[in-house]
């Protein structure tokens, strides 16, 4: 077999075990003018926007400054996570000098170690800390089915529950935090008129005519932008979702006996059927009103990606507290896969498909609740705490 040579070096490539590449240096000279030191990513070569996709390469800043894209030559973890495309994960790509999958144990900030020639950093061959992360691209979302997904972006549902690919545990235990920026509605409430009949004697006490109808988007309601900011791998996925009230309903209890006794309630049944934006009358002979309010539900969500950085998700999580909830009900006319945040952060991506997907749980009982989305453990810290990695004596 022809000697292969790995890019930007003088070192033989080779395949020791199957799927098992070493590199070799070609003689001692070699070995002199190579040095290994610690970088810190600092970006992922971009090659797509919707879906957001990365190659395994990337920039690290070091005494060096800021490096050109470079390769990373660390082997992924068999099977985590091999791609619908029929790419493995542990594929490798000759030409580029990577592994397919291996973006998907790094983020930018991490701290790697780097191969450099004569003072260039050629390869990223692993963690600094020595603490080996087996790939991120998965969440899980406990609340109902269960749901975990294998492959974010194209939404492929893993059947493993709890276990990888290997038996081991997947140590989905970092839950996202949420965040909400809240208002209320200004848009005029509309109404539908429901049953109107009489009674006697009601639970009031008295005989009474009772109307009863449903108040839509009631003016004192609370509209409501909430984000989940998950840490996948090298991607902060910003879920966004909008809530809104869908209203209340009224039971209303006027004293005496019959229709005819209030002619102006079955006259507003009639008008209300043309203009749902008329109020019901206000009759001075009320007995009593009770309002039902219903709960909040999701409207639509809008799922946007970026290069995960401190920096960006502090900007993500500001950029929540200048959104205008009520302007966002007032203009926008919701769709599933519709961008209706075109003004946050421009790093972050719109994303069509995953917008779509997660809108299509408008009205699920899990979007009730904020706290529900988890994900892999990243930092030392964070795999330690989670037992994924032994603690030191």
């Given at each position: 077999m022809a000697e292969e040579i790995y890019p930007g070096t003088e070192?033989?490539?080779?395949?020791?075990?199957?799927?098992?590449?070493?590199?070799?240096?070609?003689?001692?000279?070699?070995?002199?003018?190579?040095?290994?030191?610690?970088?810190?990513?600092?970006?992922?070569?971009?090659?797509?926007?919707?879906?957001?996709?990365?190659?395994?390469?990337?920039?690290?800043?070091?005494?060096?400054?800021?490096?050109?894209?470079?390769?990373?030559?660390?082997?992924?973890?068999?099977?985590?996570?091999?791609?619908?495309?029929?790419?493995?994960?542990?594929?490798?790509?000759?030409?580029?000098?990577?592994?397919?999958?291996?973006?998907?144990?790094?983020?930018?900030?991490?701290?790697?170690?780097?191969?450099?020639?004569?003072?260039?950093?050629?390869?990223?061959?692993?963690?600094?800390?020595?603490?080996?992360?087996?790939?991120?691209?998965?969440?899980?979302?406990?609340?109902?089915?269960?749901?975990?997904?294998?492959?974010?972006?194209?939404?492929?549902?893993?059947?493993?529950?709890?276990?990888?690919?290997?038996?081991?545990?997947?140590?989905?235990?970092?839950?996202?935090?949420?965040?909400?920026?809240?208002?209320?509605?200004?848009?005029?409430?509309?109404?539908h008129c429901g049953t109107a009949w009489t009674v006697g004697p009601p639970p009031i006490g008295i005989d009474a005519y009772i109307l009863t109808y449903d108040k839509f988007y009631n003016v004192n309601a609370e509209l409501k932008v909430v984000l989940w900011p998950l840490k996948v791998g090298p991607f902060l996925i910003a879920l966004f979702g909008f809530f809104e009230p869908s209203g209340s309903s009224f039971h209303e209890y006027w004293a005496g006996s019959g229709a005819s006794y209030h002619p102006e309630v079955l006259a507003w049944q009639i008008a209300n059927r043309s203009d749902p934006t008329i109020a019901p009358p206000a009759l001075a002979s009320l007995a009593n009103s009770i309002e039902t309010p219903w709960e909040p539900y999701l409207v639509s969500m809008c799922a946007k990606t970026g290069l995960y950085s401190e920096g960006l998700l502090s900007e993500t999580i500001t950029y929540l507290s200048t959104i205008s909830p009520r302007d966002i009900y007032d203009n926008v006319n919701f769709s599933f896969g519709e961008d209706w945040l075109p003004d946050a952060p421009a790093v972050l991506k719109f994303q069509y498909n995953l917008s779509r997907f997660f809108g299509g749980y408008i009205n699920d009982q899990r979007f009730k609740h904020t706290d529900d989305w988890f994900y892999r453990p990243h930092t030392k810290e964070e795999l330690q705490a989670t037992g994924l990695w032994p603690k030191e004596a």
């Open positions: 070192m033989e490539i080779y395949e020791k075990y199957p799927l098992s590449w070493r590199l070799d240096h070609p003689g001692f000279a070699d070995v002199r003018k190579t040095f290994y030191a610690k970088g810190v990513i600092s970006d992922f070569e971009v090659v797509g926007d919707d879906p957001f996709a990365v190659n395994s390469r990337v920039k690290v800043t070091g005494d060096w400054g800021e490096s050109d894209y470079i390769p990373l030559f660390f082997h992924p973890k068999d099977q985590y996570w091999d791609g619908w495309d029929g790419v493995k994960a542990t594929d490798y790509n000759h030409e580029g000098g990577y592994f397919e999958k291996s973006w998907m144990s790094f983020r930018c900030e991490d701290e790697v170690n780097v191969l450099l020639l004569e003072g260039t950093p050629r390869a990223v061959l692993g963690f600094f800390d020595g603490v080996p992360r087996p790939g991120e691209n998965i969440i899980k979302n406990p609340d109902a089915n269960p749901i975990y997904y294998d492959n974010i972006f194209n939404l492929e549902e893993y059947a493993g529950l709890d276990a990888g690919p290997d038996g081991v545990d997947l140590g989905l235990t970092q839950q996202a935090e949420s965040y909400s920026k809240s208002e209320y509605a200004s848009a005029v409430p509309t109404y």
